[in-house]
């Protein structure tokens, strides 16, 4: 059988225009979820249309939720309430959403049905122990298999009680997952992070009418007896944004506006890190969407500089990095990340895909195992592997736009988690992509 891979090849062109890029993938998926469980119908719009929210979309259904699509990104939701639910007639597949089975996990273990979320063959690699665990704490009844998906969830046998817990990571799929269970709990549920995750979750139960405080790096949810229904309109997302803002940044004369991208604090970090490299990005219009900050991107091309990368603004930028090691590879001088331990344990091993692809086209790097260091320069074209990871295929296809010869990237199908219409988007403001088969 013939595989597609996708070529980026320097077209030779700025990179400019004005788009508006797909809704952001973690508001997305907690606008279906938290919807599905209000009481009265929600009006979602800018719904991320890729494959991770739609396995999402599809457990809700198959757990008798009614869901109406009316358009692009366009949903109707049929709240059932919080013990609405029916149990599904087969295991729910998350496919590749890591997002979804962990907030699934917090959700489903205060129903008084049992269930099971399985997932593709990335996914059924990733810890899952590190949801499971805590939760089971709450008194909830989880199975992993051998510390990975399938997820078994039993009914709490005597409910699931609060809990004060301190992650050993900054993680939001973590801190969702235990703030969701809590919505079932007796007693409050506290969670403490080493560092800020984003807050989406946060901000939309709040907005739902849920009593959510936090004290620094503390989120305390007090029992809910209901949700209210909730109109959003999801802000574009600013991870996809990213493969942009680097590629704009590093082709010779871009300007590129990105209209309504979310600029969330609690993961803006993608910004921090571009700025303090000399990045020349202006944020238009600031205001609200959807409960969550938002602003026009205008970004034009400069000469980056290498930067060290300190390790508290790893969690605001978790999953920008493959890009961000695009930009300092461009940068002038050299670049170190530190404090990148979670890299390992995304959709693919991060840091391995990434500084193998990054050899393979001439980038002079090294690894240890939580740091990266890049020294700038030109690179080559080349045949890289990103591994059935989205990211890994985006980033080095903005690699390409600034490559000597083309880059050839394997294994890309994944894209459509994230950003179905990526390379649509991306030849639209000047890039080179094409997928072809081999
Ligand atoms: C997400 C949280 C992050 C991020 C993921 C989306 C979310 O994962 O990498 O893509 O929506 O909560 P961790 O919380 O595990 O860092």
């Known amino acids: 059988m013939s595989e597609a891979v996708l070529v980026s090849s320097p077209a ?6 004005e788009i508006r890029l797909p809704g952001d993938k973690s508001v997305s998926h907690r606008a279906l979820m938290f919807s599905a469980l209000a009481d009265g119908r929600s009006q979602l719009s800018g719904v991320l249309e890729g494959e991770d929210c739609q ?15 009316n358009g692009d990104g366009l949903y109707t939701v049929s709240g059932r309430g919080l013990n609405g639910l029916r149990k ?25 049905f049992s269930t099971t979320l399985i997932g593709d063959e990335s996914l059924s690699r990733r810890p899952m122990d590190r949801v499971a665990d805590p939760l089971n704490a709450m008194g909830a009844a989880l199975s992993t298999t051998n510390g990975h998906a399938p997820i078994c969830i039993e009914p709490a046998p005597n409910g699931l ?3 004060d817990y301190v992650l050993p990571v900054a993680s939001a799929q973590l801190k969702s997952a235990l703030l969701i269970a809590g919505l079932y709990a007796d007693g409050a549920v506290r969670v403490t992070e080493p560092g800020i995750s984003r807050d989406h979750t946060e901000r939309m139960l709040s907005a739902m009418g849920v009593e959510i405080t936090r004290d620094d790096v503390t989120v305390t949810l007090r029992h ?11 802000p574009s997302d600013l991870s996809s944004a990213a493969f942009f803002l680097v590629a704009a940044s590093i082709v010779p ?42 602003a026009d991107l205008l970004v034009r091309a400069t000469t980056l500089k290498g930067i060290d990368v300190p390790p508290d603004l790893v969690p605001l930028a ?34 391995a895909a990434m500084v193998a692809g ?5 980038v002079a790097v090294e690894e240890g195992p939580d740091w990266v260091e890049i020294e700038g320069g030109e690179w080559r074209g080349g045949h890289v592997d990103s591994h059935h990871d989205h990211r890994i295929a985006m980033a080095f296809a903005v690699a390409g736009a600034t490559a000597s010869q083309p880059i050839s990237i394997a294994r890309p199908e994944n894209i459509v988690t994230s950003f179905p219409n990526f390379s649509d988007l991306g030849n639209r403001v000047g890039m080179a992509l094409e997928f072809v088969a081999r």
């Open 12 to 17: 030779g062109v700025p990179i400019c225009g």
């Open 55 to 69: 396995a999402t979309r599809r457990a809700l259904a198959a757990m008798g939720v009614p869901i109406e699509r």
């Open 224 to 234: 809910s007896k209901a949700l209210e229904p909730i109109d959003i309109e999801v």
């Open 88 to 112: 599904p007639a087969e295991p729910l597949d998350m496919g590749n959403a890591g997002t979804g089975m962990r907030l699934f996990c917090g959700l489903l273990a205060g129903q008084s």
């Open 318 to 351: 978790i999953d920008e990095f493959p890009v961000l090691f695009i930009a300092a590879a461009a940068a002038r001088g050299k670049s170190r990340f530190v404090g990148l331990e979670e890299l390992r344990h995304k959709e693919s091993d991060r840091i």
């Open 253 to 294: 004369g871009s300007e590129l506006n990105l209209r309504q991208v979310g600029v969330n604090p609690s993961r803006d970090g993608v910004l921090t890190i571009l700025d303090r490299m000399g990045a020349q990005i202006e944020r238009l219009n600031p205001r609200m969407c959807g409960g969550e900050p938002v």
């Open 161 to 163: 009680q609060g809990v």
């Open 358 to 362: 990054l050899r393979t086209i001439g």
